[in-house]
């Protein structure tokens, strides 16, 4: 049979290979995780690894028989697990429950102790679908071109799960025997793939999914029965409704604005009364893809950045910067946008045309264009201040519509709420510098973790909390906004690099 010998760090293995398949096809089927942001269409340059001391783009070669592949390292970095903690109290149940949140990027478990209810474990991973596409878009479309390609995704991500779950037990010196319950929060893509429930429906309006898991879904892990975070909507999944619930802003009086961002730009404004929300598509800027040196937020990305006469920055793991994640790419951009290499159209400026300051930072691209160049490696391209431009434009946007909706403005807020990974690193002064997020004093600006972990830990601890998420999923109104009116110009008047007025 003809084989591919395959490098990873000191990992050294075989894989059959074809004449047919793809080398990312192929590391797929072996469960090797390579990032792919554009599901392995040639268009992002993510998966490019050395075969045969060359390098190639995994998504575009086809091996032969004795060839040489050569993996980057397994990514590592810090993946957000804390949450607002549920206070531990005995349960009067023995045995453990788990919580995880399913997210498109990572993947978190925390394993409850049942007599205590205190955390007994907590481990995460990169999801392991990166191969497929860094969005939920890539991911569904992957499952309409693909023969077998829902059982292959969904395979792939309980795989992960179930290893997690094995080694949270492992950690806490636990059996499977003992786990009572899991109960999964993940937007509504992510919970339908892993149930292995058709996506298809959510490809095209009106963008209604097969189900919203206000109905129990028969499903068990190790054994265990898993209950999952029922969702507001196609596009606003089990991970808001987790959120708003472990938050407590579905029991506050008052207008929160709720934010979720990632590759798709979850967000809830309202309060006990109830919420309306929508979702806008980010694409993968955010999380570092479509961006020339972007990458996730791991050792060598770049997650914050800083000028005070020079460049400061933050590496995570503490070694040479190899790229920027998305709360480096804002801060740098926000830092452009200051100091007048970036204009208000979201132009990037060549040498001539910026302050002499930093003119030494800055060469030509072919089409007249500024090339900003933070070190030796990593540098900004026109190209991905555009990418960033439409993200954050479309999060400003649906902001603004949201707000209309509710007939109020910025300056009526009681407060803001930013969930998840990119919520915790992303500095709110860079955000509203590129016109992203409102303005606002910083007593009404939060940042609240991995709220997702956090409203799926409540019903791990305590069942009956169901039916307050079920409730608080019910009482979301969802505003579609592809074909609005309000919306596209909204879009279009975000799409400058001013601040958001408090108007």
């Known amino acids: 049979m003809s084989s591919i010998r395959v490098i990873r760090g000191g990992d050294v293995f075989r894989i059959p290979c074809n004449e047919t398949d793809t080398l990312l096809a192929l590391l797929r089927r072996a469960g090797c995780t390579l990032p792919a942001a554009c599901g392995g269409h040639g268009r992002c340059g993510k998966c490019r ?47 453990c429950a788990a919580a995880v949140d399913l997210g498109t990027t990572t993947v978190a478990v925390r394993l409850y102790d049942l007599t205590t209810g205190r955390v007994a474990a907590a481990c995460a991973g990169w999801n392991a679908q990166a191969a497929y596409g860094a969005d939920v878009i890539s991911r569904i479309q992957y499952t309409r071109e693909q023969p077998d390609s829902l059982s292959a995704l969904s395979g792939c991500i309980r795989a992960q799960v179930e290893s997690l779950l094995t080694q949270a037990l492992t950690q806490a ?35 209604q999914a097969e189900t919203l898991f206000r109905q129990p879904v028969q ?59 929508c979702a806008v598509a980010c694409g993968p800027a955010f999380e570092g893809a479509g961006v020339t040196c972007g990458m996730m937020g791991v050792d060598g990305a770049v997650s914050r950045v ?14 040479e910067a190899t790229g920027l994640c998305g709360s480096g790419l804002i801060d740098l951009a926000a830092i452009l946008v200051r100091q007048g290499v970036i204009d208000e159209a979201g132009r990037l400026l060549p040498p001539e045309e910026v302050p002499e300051r930093m003119r030494a930072f800055l060469t030509r691209d072919e089409n007249g264009n500024g090339v900003f160049h933070l070190t030796d490696r990593v540098y900004l391209t026109a190209g991905d201040v555009r990418s960033l431009q439409l993200a954050k434009a479309a999060v400003a946007a649906g902001v603004q519509v949201l707000l209309a909706q509710q007939g109020i403005t910025l300056a009526e807020l009681d407060g803001v709420y930013l969930a998840g990974g990119f919520g915790v690193y992303l500095d709110p002064a860079s955000a509203a510098a590129i016109g992203m997020l ?34 608080t999923a019910e009482r979301c109104r969802y505003i579609e906004l592809s ?10 008047g975000g799409m400058t690099y001013e601040p958001v007025t408090r108007r």
């Open 438 to 471: 409102p303005q606002l004093p910083a007593g009404r600006l939060h940042s609240i973790g991995n709220a997702s972990l956090a409203g799926a830990s409540m019903l791990a601890l305590d069942g009956s909390r169901a039916a307050d998420a079920l409730q």
């Open 306 to 319: 800083r000028y005070n006469g020079k460049f400061e920055m933050n590496v995570i793991g503490g070694g």
């Open 173 to 207: 010196g636990r059996e499977a025997r003992e786990l009572k319950r899991v109960v999964l929060a993940g937007n509504t893509v992510m919970q339908l793939l892993f149930a292995g429930i058709s996506v298809e429906s959510l490809a095209a309006a009106p963008f």
């Open 49 to 95: 690894v050395s075969v045969n001391g060359v390098p190639r783009l995994a998504c575009r070669v086809v091996p032969e028989d004795g060839d040489e592949v050569i993996l980057p390292p397994a990514a590592g970095g810090r993946i957000l697990t804390e949450t607002l903690d549920p206070p531990p109290a005995p349960t009067g149940e023995s045995g």
């Open 219 to 277: 499903d068990t892990l190790l054994g265990a029965p898993v209950h999952y975070l029922p969702c507001a909507a196609g596009y606003v999944g089990g991970d808001i409704t987790a959120g708003l619930l472990a938050s407590g802003l579905a029991d506050r009086a008052g207008r929160f604005l709720y934010l979720d961002i990632g590759t798709n730009g979850e967000m809830a404004l309202g309060g006990r009364d109830g919420f309306v929300c």
């Open 483 to 492: 074909g609005r009116a309000d919306f596209a110009d909204a879009f279009t």
